[in-house]
């Protein structure tokens, strides 16, 4: 089979929501419109990071919770948006906080071998809890204040009953000490 040149893409194969592509010899995933996800490093004046958990249908056979930072796609309908205001939105869909403000710590590439997705991580300062979140159109998260002292005890336990953590939970909580 003939390869496309390395300065081109080739879309092998469309899905509602992702596109299989090619460039050159390598073959990765990209979402379709949508390049940017961002994650949320959220402490309560309380000292309680937020997390999310829901169901992700990928893993295993019939699909695992996963204990996530709040994240979101940026610009997830389809319109230009900047990675702040993402952030502003997703932790209000997710958590239900509101934040003063946002702070954007780093970002870049989140599985580089496998997708073209950058991801970004924000610090959101001065939150207010203005309902109780989980999420939009049956997303089915649930919110979880785990206080920041007891975060590596808590994520294990939550490992040790079967649930997964993804790996930008650590990320987080390196950003989130003071």
């Not at 950058?118 to 939150?127: E, F, K, M, S, Y």
């Amino acid at each position: 089979m003939d390869q496309p040149p390395a300065d081109r893409t080739e879309v092998l194969h469309r899905g509602a929501h992702l596109d299989f592509c090619r460039r050159g010899h390598w073959e990765f995933v990209r979402r379709s419109g949508v390049d940017e996800v961002v994650g949320i490093i959220a402490v309560t004046p309380a000292g309680e990071l937020l997390l999310v958990e829901q169901h992700r249908p990928p893993l295993g056979e019939q699909g695992v919770r996963v204990i996530e930072l709040p994240a979101g796609l940026v610009g997830d309908d389809g319109s230009p948006e900047e990675m702040l205001v993402a952030a502003r939105r997703e932790l209000r869909e997710e958590t239900g906080y509101h934040a003063g403000r946002f702070e954007l710590l780093t970002q870049g590439p989140s599985s580089p071998g496998l997708s073209s997705e950058v991801i970004g991580l924000a610090r959101a300062h001065d939150l207010e809890r203005r309902d109780a979140g989980g999420g939009v159109d049956g997303e089915d998260i649930t919110v979880h204040h785990v206080p920041l002292a007891q975060a590596t005890t808590w994520l294990a336990a939550r490992e040790a009953e079967g649930a997964a953590i993804d790996v930008k939970v650590w990320a987080g909580l390196y950003f989130a000490r003071p």
